[in-house]
């Protein structure tokens, strides 16, 4: 029987979830606690759980697997709790001291501004390799990639004999312009191998250019050392994992959700650039269902109990961020761009007592819900209060009704926070407060796309997330989109979006090449043609010679893999780069530099004023980067009979009154899983399922399609 | 349909038919009148429409959080791009602000001060005031902290009418001054603080002349950093101004109108409120001082070779309705130096402080300077009544100046029970490292390096300030990165580290700065300075902390690094304990510059000298000898204390384990009993102690330099000069 089956898990910090696709595009997903100390218990408690939606048995369903991807929260929560190996770093002499000074942005990262602003409040991160198990060894590369100082060998040597003492499990080696030159660092690794055979030690080494071979040693330091700290350390949670897919029969390699939105196999060399993968996994679900629909240009939204999160897919590709920070640590790792730019549905919403203005978080309640969830003893109301005490979000079908909202005290609560101070009535100010947060909302969207050289229509917007379905009317309106799209599987788009990854490596590598405007200096462009091309294609051949490396681990032939090459520019001497992707796969004329100048200068002007463009500063490349990816099989987008325009009776619950546009509408609830293709909600409707809830106000509507994808459009003139 | 140019002129562009000299002096009146802006009384919009009122704000607000961060990634200063030295405003037609992005929130009154300057100068008749007309501004005299900051400033029209301003500011790389660097110093007045541009109009169409850009290259160095600013700050403005004219299509323009007058009246309540709230009334002085020690310093202007004193004697008074006033009256006269200050930055210092501690909001606005005085006495460091003075490093006496402000602050925070929020203030953000010279790659360059915004934090009253984290100016430090400085400065990295002992000691430690030792490689010649005080404590500790420790200099001309590095030997990778110096164990030189001239004006530096630059610590809260004793000996197994501070500053015993400390807890106990008795033995009576020192005061028995200190500041101030003979009760016929 051909193998037919994806399965997909997420292990978050309390719940583990697994998502199985069949061939058909029909889907389970199933929810366990997570099991930190091994994580492979809650995978098969979770899988368990999924499969008996279908009567089955993982050992029914695993030999039919053909793929599986892990996410997960672990590597993460290691970083955090500081519970990482071990660790003994060499840097450059007189860096010793880089945990401890940091930089000063590490100490406010992922602050509120009020909390930016106040100095009072910023904090150091606890060092992750103690100040004692820092050496620094003399000896210089300088900015151009050349030695200054030789290496002073012996600082090496007794380095290394003092570390191997120390029984660390791992060495960290991060010396300045390293990814310019990386004799020193190779010369440490030798002395390092000398030094462990005397001692008969064998402790891993991590060199910094060998693992992320790009410029900013601090940030770079970083990357490295969480890749030793925290990241290796998972290598033994993957493993238990596999050992329980091949315990149910199942032979398929797992793989795991990599930061750039591919995924890559678990031995690959680095692992931290699976830290962060969680958020990511919607972008790459619904760029895989636009790519099916034909659709180009995606916004993708995503609300939690926290946040409001916003990414953007232009012409089919992702925005990639060179430097993100994850748990306050600046890092150099390829990122999908996605900003967190608001408020979530557990924020909490306050009357300023002494300006007597309304404030939506930046604190919120998280899973706690907000003071209707009797489970929690919330003091202050949150937007979840007000969704519930509009008749937006039923009582009753929270987290699938394993717990009851009190709707009256989320009433008490907006009233004595919101609507006495402010003199307001308790609906008005309810609706009130969340026309604020969508209204922020949808000026933040509208930014981005605007910041992107485009305008709305361009763009179709995906919502998803267990709030955004609730809000996506209040912050789409208005502003034309081309179409405004809900999955119904909105709860789990992000599992379900793992799965739609490619089997994808992408490695960077910094180079500095710089070539003059080809129109005002054509003879300066001329000329520097062979000299740039000689830097640009050595450096993409060592990167395709290392991602080929990592797919020979999985058994995969460089024949198989499609190479995208990529350089990313900026006009010299800026600090802002530009990705750009080419066609070719080595420069070989002056017509490929023009045509990097094209695409450079046609995204630059895009995303900035046309005044600000600077061709007379000619071009500079600053980093190469090469993808390479292997076609996999990924979960089919289901196609269903289309119905009529009326939803069938047995999908309409029991109705009940949402308050809107300030007087109370009877409103039509439905089962959204119950509902089919074909059908059509008009305002006021709500589509309810365990885990989301689709709002139709007065003035939208919205029809389900043949693969179950809500379109919603703006009915009134 | 277009009218004829000399009629659009004629006709006022301010609201109602009205100019903006009109708009701006009924302004006034009704604030005098009524003591609230423009007179408003009810804040209607904001109690009918609570929602609308949050959404209009909440859209400006965040059109220049966005305008902020596009914009900068256009800039190619790593001081704009990676330290964010830049912030966008916008303002009424008559120039107070309403909203502000994040960023170097200093400058959102200065820009406010250029706006004034160009109503008051009737630039509506001449160059007129037109839709898509570009200004720029770095005169501090008119409104600005120092010539390195540039503002762009355009106007918003809707129709015919000025509906307000966008304005941007950025800290610029060099400003042509005649030495490099941004801040040159050394230089007696005006002439050599580089280009000027006074509220200029520089471009019109939305775009800038290329006569001012090419202006602008041929005068300063680095242009390309320069020219890129331009653009960064003009698209930003640009996004600014869109935001505001998408939000009048949206809620109409009255509405607009109305939101702007309620919104800067509701700041000047709501500043109040906190300050009620957080505040006790009354009067606190906070004087402090700094050095310039220039009496031998071949490097500057002769009119300045002399050793100088800084006089800020700061006093702060909450008034019972909520007023915050903050007086300089007795500061000393300005001097041939540039660390003038005009009243612009004076200004500018108050609202950083302000953001910092009573009011960190994104809703602060110009409301709170209609809630706050500032008096300058003219004539002094704070308000020179010489506009030619050199202005270019106002921060070297603005810093210092105004660290009483935080600790009087903190003495009402302690009197009403906020305990959290007490600092025991800023540490001096120096060493100031900047120059330049031919640089690596053979051009002429300038830098000026701003790991210096990563200075020690204050102690807490709960917890040790933070190691290398902020500036007094810029709560969002960051130190950058290694590889970022080295490829715009000539200068290797020999070490970049803790700076031990630099945090004041106290209960709680202040916060400890960091030092970087830097070897001139790659290059001939690079011209240098060292900034920052040396003899003087400017930030000194509160509850009987400690100030954290002064700055000096240490620096090698003509060293012998290359001989060294070539045959392998040690060198230097940080200074450490000054009192066993690892330059001087570890490196020979010519000419040795190790003191406490820790201000230094324009020096040549050759390839392989080596130049010291160290960061200051944090000051310290409560007495050393309550301190934790445990916390102190991780101290020294980190290296944030000399071992030999435990024992005399902290009362702490330690033994040496293999390469760690540990504690002696009962000879601890032991030493601090002794100490404290040691302190009763010393102590004298109060009034025996202020006729020792009124007797030293009536003999006049100060250094030169703090005598023409008092001596200018009774020169310049009868109210003082007064209040000082009060104070020591001298004899009629005493003077200076």
């Not at chain 1, 925290?230 to 290598?235: C, G, L, N, Q, V």
């Not at chain 1, 969508?438 to 050289?453: M, P």
């Amino acid at each position: 029987m051909e193998k037919s089956y994806i399965m997909s898990m997420d292990a978050g910090g309390t719940m583990t979830d697994v998502f199985f696709v069949d061939r058909d595009g029909k889907f389970v997903v199933g929810k366990a606690q997570t099991t930190p100390h091994d994580e492979s218990e809650g995978f098969a408690a979770s899988c368990v759980d999924a499969l008996k939606q279908w009567d089955m048995k993982p050992d029914d369903v695993f030999p039919e697997v053909i793929t599986g991807i892990y996410s997960g929260t672990s590597m993460l929560n290691r970083l955090l709790e500081r519970k990482g190996q071990n660790l003994g770093v060499i840097v450059t002499a007189g860096q010793e001291d880089y945990f401890q000074l940091e930089r000063g942005i590490q100490t406010y990262l992922g602050y509120s501004y009020q909390d930016r602003l106040k100095v009072v409040t910023h904090r150091h991160n606890e060092p992750i390799v103690p100040r004692k198990q820092m050496f620094g060894v003399r000896g210089r590369i300088d900015c151009f990639g050349k030695q200054a100082i030789p290496l002073y060998e012996d600082e090496v040597r007794d380095a290394v004999r003092q570390l191997v003492g120390m029984d660390v499990k791992g060495i960290v080696v991060n010396l300045l312009y390293s990814f310019a030159n990386s004799d020193h660092e190779q010369r440490v690794k030798a002395v390092a191998n000398e030094v462990m055979a005397e001692a008969g030690a064998d402790i891993p080494l991590y060199l910094s250019s060998d693992l992320y071979p790009v410029m900013q040693d601090f940030a770079r330091l970083n990357t490295v050392t969480v890749e030793a700290y925290a990241a290796e350390p998972s290598r033994g949670q993957f493993k238990r994992i596999a050992d329980r897919v091949s315990g149910y029969g199942g032979d398929t390699q797992l793989r795991v959700m990599a930061s750039h939105g591919g995924t890559i196999s678990m031995d690959a060399k680095e692992l931290a650039r699976t830290l962060i993968s969680g958020p990511i996994g919607g972008m790459v679900g619904a760029r895989y269902i636009a790519e099916k629909l034909g659709e180009k240009n995606i916004v993708c939204s995503d609300i939690g109990g926290t946040s409001f999160d916003l990414g953007l897919i232009t012409d089919g590709e992702f925005t990639m961020k060179a430097q993100p920070d994850m748990a306050k640590f600046m890092l150099k790792l390829p990122l999908i761009e996605i900003d967190s730019v608001g408020a979530g549905t557990g924020s909490y919403a306050r009357v300023n007592p002494i300006s007597n203005r309304i404030e939506i978080g930046p604190d919120s309640a998280g899973s706690k819900v907000g003071m209707c969830n009797p489970q929690a003893s919330e003091t202050t109301p949150t937007l979840s209060d007000c969704n519930v005490l509009l008749g937006n979000l039923n009582p009753y079908n929270f987290l699938g009704g394993d717990v009851v909202l009190d709707p009256d005290a989320a009433y008490r609560g907006v009233k004595e926070h919101i609507a006495d101070p402010l003199g307001l009535g308790v609906h008005e100010a309810a609706e009130g407060v969340l026309e604020l947060f969508e209204d922020h909302l949808r000026n933040e969207v509208f930014a981005r796309i605007f910041g992107k050289g485009y305008s709305p229509d361009d763009y179709v917007i995906y919502s998803y997330g267990g709030g955004g379905p609730l809000h996506v009317c209040g912050y789409t309106a208005g502003l034309k989109f081309a179409d405004v799209v809900v999955p119904a599987w909105a709860a789990g788009f992000s599992a379900f979006g793992c799965a739609c990854a490619d089997f994808e490596y992408r490695l960077d590598r910094t180079v500095n090449a710089a070539f003059p405007a080809s129109d005002m200096d054509p003879e300066g462009f001329k000329g520097a043609v062979s000299g740039y091309a000689e830097a640009i294609n050595s450096a993409w051949a060592s990167l395709e010679t290392r991602v080929a490396e990592e797919f020979d681990k999985s058994g995969i032939s460089s024949d198989q893999v499609e190479y995208k090459h990529i350089v990313r520019v900026q006009y010299a001497g800026q600090l802002n780069d530009v990705e750009v992707t080419v066609d070719f796969e080595r420069v070989e004329s002056a017509e490929h530099l023009q045509q990097i100048i094209d695409r450079f200068e046609d995204a630059y002007s895009k995303a900035y004023s046309r005044a600000a463009r600077s061709p007379e500063l000619g071009y500079q490349t600053t980093n190469v980067v090469v993808t390479g990816t292997v076609p996999v099989e990924k979960p089919a987008l289901p196609v269903e009979t289309v119905s009529s325009e009326t939803p069938p009776e047995s999908a309409r619950k029991e109705g009940r009154k949402v308050y809107r546009g300030g007087q109370w509408h009877e409103a039509d609830i439905y089962d959204m899983d119950k509902v089919l293709p074909g059908n059509v909600f008009k305002g006021v409707s709500v589509l309810e399922s365990p885990a989301t809830t689709l709002v139709i106000p007065p003035g939208f509507e919205a029809r389900l399609d043949e693969h179950r994808l809500f379109h919603i459009k703006e009915i009134k003139g | 349909m277009s009218a004829p140019a000399e009629q659009l002129q004629s006709k006022p562009i301010g609201w109602d038919g009205k100019t903006l000299i009109e708009m701006t002096e009924e302004s006034k009146r009704l604030f005098e009148e009524t003591g609230r802006y423009y007179g408003v009384e009810d804040l209607t919009l904001l109690r009918d429409q609570p929602i609308l009122y949050e959404k209009i704000f909440s859209r400006l607000r965040g059109g220049l959080v966005n305008a902020r961060s596009t914009a900068l990634n256009i800039s190619a200063s790593p001081i704009v791009r990676e330290l964010g030295e830049l912030s966008f405003a916008i303002y009424t037609p008559e120039g107070d602000s309403i909203a502000l992005s994040t960023g170097i929130i200093v400058h959102v009154h200065t820009m406010s001060d250029a706006i004034k300057y160009m109503i008051k100068h009737n630039y509506e008749q001449t160059p007129g005031i037109r839709d898509g007309f570009i200004f720029c501004n770095n005169n501090s005299m008119i409104g600005d902290v120092h010539t390195a900051d540039v503002h762009t400033i355009i106007p918003i029209f809707h129709e015919d009418e000025l509906v307000g301003w966008a304005a941007g500011v950025t800290h610029e790389v060099d400003v042509g001054g005649i030495n490099p660097g941004s801040m040159c110093y050394g230089h007696a007045d005006r002439y050599g603080d580089g280009i000027l541009v006074s509220s200029e109009l520089v471009g019109e169409n939305d775009e800038f002349y290329e006569h001012y850009l090419q202006r602008c290259r041929e005068c300063v160095r680095a242009e390309m950093y320069w020219v890129l600013d331009e653009k960064t700050r003009l698209t930003g403005a640009q996004m600014a101004r869109r935001q505001v004219l998408r939000t009048i299509s949206e809620v109409g323009l009255d509405t607009y109108k109305k939101f702007m007058r309620e919104a800067i009246e509701e700041g000047r309540r709501t500043f109040l409120q906190r300050s009620k709230t957080m505040l006790v009334p009354g009067r606190y002085e906070a004087p402090s001082f700094t050095d310039l020690p220039w009496a031998d310093d071949v490097n500057v202007h002769g009119q300045a070779r002399k050793d100088m004193m800084m006089h800020a004697p700061l006093s702060m008074t909450v008034k019972g309705d909520g007023q915050v006033e903050m007086s300089f009256e007795g500061a000393n006269k300005w001097d041939y130096h540039s660390f003038n200050c005009a009243p612009s930055p004076m200004q500018g210092a108050m609202w950083v402080q302000l953001t910092q501690t009573l009011w960190n909001s994104d809703k602060i606005n110009d409301g709170a300077y209609f809630a706050t005085d500032l008096k300058l006495p003219y004539g002094s460091w704070a308000n020179p009544d010489w506009e030619k003075v050199s202005t270019t490093l106002t921060w070297f006496f603005l810093i210092p100046g105004w660290s009483g402000m935080i600790r009087s602050v903190g003495r009402s925070y302690f009197a009403r029970g906020f305990l959290e929020d007490i600092s025991a203030s800023y540490c001096t953000s120096w060493n100031l490292m900047q120059g330049g010279g031919p640089n690596q790659y053979g051009v002429d360059g300038a830098f000026t390096n701003f790991e210096v915004s990563c200075g020690g934090t204050g102690a807490l009253y709960v917890k040790d300030g933070e190691t290398a984290c902020a500036a007094m100016w810029n709560p969002e430090g960051d130190m950058g990165e290694v590889e970022s400085w080295e490829s715009m400065e000539p200068l290797l990295y020999l070490g970049r580290g803790v700076k031990p002992s630099s945090g004041g000691p106290g209960k709680y430690r202040g916060g400890t700065g960091s030092e970087a030792l830097r070897m001139v490689y790659n290059t001939h010649a690079q011209t240098l300075f060292n900034g920052g005080e040396g003899h003087c404590f400017s930030s000194y500790g509160v509850y009987g902390g400690y100030p954290g420790c002064s700055g000096y200099r240490h620096n090698m001309h003509g060293s012998d690094m290359k001989k060294r590095i070539e045959n392998g030997e040690p060198f230097p990778r940080l200074d450490g304990d000054p009192e066993d110096s690892q330059i001087s164990a570890l490196c020979e030189a010519e000419e040795e510059n190790f003191d406490m001239k820790a201000i230094q004006g324009p020096k040549h530096f050759g390839e392989y000298d080596l130049y010291l630059s160290m960061n200051r610590g944090g000051p310290g809260l409560g007495d050393p000898l309550e301190r934790d004793p445990r916390s102190v000996v991780h101290d020294v197994n980190i290296g944030h204390v000399l071992e030999r501070f435990a024992k005399s500053l902290y009362g702490v015993e330690m033994t040496r384990e293999g390469e760690s400390f540990v504690l002696d807890e009962a000879a601890t106990q032991k030493l601090r009993d002794s100490m404290r008795k040691k302190r009763l033995e010393q102590s004298v009576d109060a009034k025996e102690f202020f006729d020792q020192q009124r007797q030293r005061v009536i003999n006049k028995d100060f250094i030169r330099p703090v005598r023409d200190m008092y001596a200018s500041s009774m020169d310049l101030s009868s109210e003082w000069n007064e209040k000082f003979r009060k104070f020591w009760n001298l004899p009629a016929d005493w003077s200076l």
